[in-house]
Structures are given as C-alpha cells and as structure tokens.
C-alpha cells in the first residue's frame, strides 16, 4: 500500500451501511497517508468485529487463513464450533 493507492474491496458480501462507510475511511486514510495510515485509521474504528469486516473486505483470503490458523492452533473443530453456536442460539 502506498500513499495515493485506493485499495480494491475483494469480497463486498454481508456489508452494511457501517461497514462501507468505515471501508470508504480506512481507504481514504490509505489514499492520503499510505500504509501507516491505513492501519492506524483501522485501528481507531472501536469495534473489532468492524474491524475484521473491514480487513476482511479489503483481504478476504488472509482472514480465512488466519482463522483456520486459529482453529488448528487451538484445536478447534467444526463439530466443536457448531456446539458453541447452539448454546448461544439457545
């Protein structure tokens, strides 16, 4: 990323109204400042689910990896994944 470079939003499902007006900052920030600011203007958003949307918009490819990086780490298994999403749709 480089000063006066707007980046491309990969993946444009699921995003609300909040979510492509954080996107529309984070890239103006990238524009005008590069790198440097576009992480920094990421990081001033205060929820770290917009956050990942976010990121997630820009690089879908590198949040599934890192999630499925996750997973392994911590041992996490789909079975185990649907297990925690029935107890907190119950």
């Given at each position: 990323m480089t000063k006066g470079e707007k980046?491309?939003?990969i993946d444009?499902?699921?995003?609300?109204?909040?979510d492509w007006a954080a996107?529309?900052?984070?890239?103006?920030?990238?524009?005008?400042?590069?790198?440097?600011a576009f992480w920094?203007?990421?990081?001033?958003l205060d929820d770290?689910?917009?956050?990942?949307?976010?990121v997630g918009a820009f690089f879908p490819n590198v949040i599934s990896e890192m999630i499925e990086e996750e997973m392994i780490e911590h041992d996490?298994?789909?079975?185990a994944l649907q297990k925690a999403l029935k107890l907190r749709l119950s």
């Open positions: 980046l491309k939003v444009t499902s699921n995003l609300t109204d909040a996107i529309e900052r984070v890239n103006r920030a990238c524009e005008l400042g590069g790198a440097a920094q203007e990421l990081e001033s770290l689910s917009l956050q990942l949307r976010v996490l298994t789909m079975k």
